[in-house]
């Protein structure tokens, strides 16, 4: 497991089944950072997987539902 900032409060010991809106598909991206956009997919700091996932996945995206 990669290092996490000191004192973030991450709860490992409960499952993460239930916590989120029920998606076809989710994608867990680490990012070593402490202090990213609440969208990450808007973050501009080079390439971001976040972003070509959202275009190709997404609303009107080659391969969205």
């Known amino acids: 497991m990669p290092a996490m900032p ?31 956009e609440s969208k990450i997919e808007d973050e501009n700091a080079g390439d971001n997987l976040a972003a070509d996932i959202k275009e190709l996945m997404g609303r009107g995206g080659v391969f969205s539902d």
């Open 6 to 36: 000191e004192g973030l409060p991450i709860d490992h010991s409960k499952p993460l089944n239930g916590t989120m809106a029920p998606y076809a598909e989710q994608v867990l991206i680490c990012t070593g950072k402490d202090d990213w």
